[in-house]
């Protein structure tokens, strides 16, 4: 951890101020003391261990109401080089992006095994399908964030937020890219999941819940199409047989039919009801930006950079 936070530029151009907010995940060692010894200006600490995807909400939160105009969001195992931040923020700057995440030589990276490489390319076109984005690096931490864009996001999830932030963007409209960056040797093994399994599982998982959640009409008519277009068949054979010999010996064709259609309506009504409740969480999801941006002192653009570190039991 204090490698990547000396490793942090304090000194960027177009930007007049450069701090640094540490994450501390419920840790149980003496994370805050070295942190604090390394040089960073502001430590969270969470009252208990609340998992990846809840430390960065907070560390969002508390970043917007420190007056962050750019949050920078990275590892503490030093895994992303920090020289490359300034190439992040770049489109921010520019104000070509709200949202830019770096994007990891995934082919080149020693520590990959070739199956978690072939996973990595595979998730990244699933998250890209269904966020219409072009990110081609999904997982990456690495990434750079407008106050604007970070005060509209909501994560739900509680395993990660790569995954869910590029969805949730994507349906949100907010401007979004991505610029190739580098990395260092890793240190130690990463501490968030057991193996590529448990890795697949819970990032199936979050996309499918991601996508019910920003997507429910989509997600419940496709489901209620599966169910109706199978049973729209059984009426017409049935209807067929009975107008030739009288629906003799294929009722149970109706019977069927009959229940794949009354799944079908069910999913339709269920997925009325759902885009209801997403609309219902979008207005909430927008009180809760304007509360978050509410600050009538704010500066320029170029006010302030904060980077937060998620970890757990980091040293």
């Avoid at 869910?164 to 401007?175: F, L, W």
Wanted: hydrophobic share 50%; with cysteine.
């Amino acid at each position: 951890m204090a490698v990547a936070i000396a490793a942090i530029p304090r000194k960027i151009a177009g930007i007049t101020t450069v701090e640094v907010l540490v994450i501390d995940d419920g840790s149980t060692d003496s994370t805050v003391q070295i942190a604090r010894q390394a040089g960073a200006d502001h430590v969270l600490q969470m009252s208990s261990h609340v998992g990846l995807a809840r430390s960065f909400l907070a560390g969002i939160e508390e970043c917007v109401a420190l007056g962050a105009d750019i949050i920078v969001n990275t590892d503490a195992d030093n895994q992303y080089c920090a020289d490359d931040i300034p190439a992040l923020i770049a489109p921010v700057l520019e104000r070509r992006a709200q949202i830019v995440v770096g994007a990891r030589p995934i082919t080149e990276i020693e520590s990959f095994s070739p199956i978690k490489k072939v996973l990595q390319r595979l998730g990244s076109w699933v998250v890209r399908l269904a966020s219409g984005t072009d990110i081609p690096d999904a997982p990456s931490g690495f990434r750079a964030y407008a106050r604007d864009a970070a005060a509209r996001l909501c994560v739900v999830n509680t395993y990660t937020y790569t995954l869910e932030t590029i969805i949730q963007a994507g349906r949100k409209r907010i401007p979004m890219t991505f610029v190739p960056v580098r990395v260092n040797t890793v240190t130690r093994p990463s501490r968030l999941f057991s193996g590529i399994r448990q890795y697949i599982m819970r990032s199936v998982k979050t996309i499918l819940r991601v996508f019910v959640i920003y997507a429910p009409l989509r997600f419940f008519l496709t489901l209620a199409a599966i169910f109706a277009l199978p049973g729209i068949v059984g009426v017409m054979r049935f209807l067929y047989f009975y107008v030739t010999d009288g629906g003799a010996g294929h009722i149970q064709s109706l019977v069927l039919s009959g229940v794949l259609l009354a799944m079908a309506t069910i999913l339709f009504a269920v997925g009325i009801l759902a885009d209801l409740i997403a609309a219902n969480r979008s207005l909430l999801e927008d009180i809760r930006a304007r509360e978050l941006l509410r600050d009538p002192i704010h500066a320029p653009l170029t006010r302030t950079v904060i980077r937060p570190i998620e970890f757990a039991d980091a040293s």
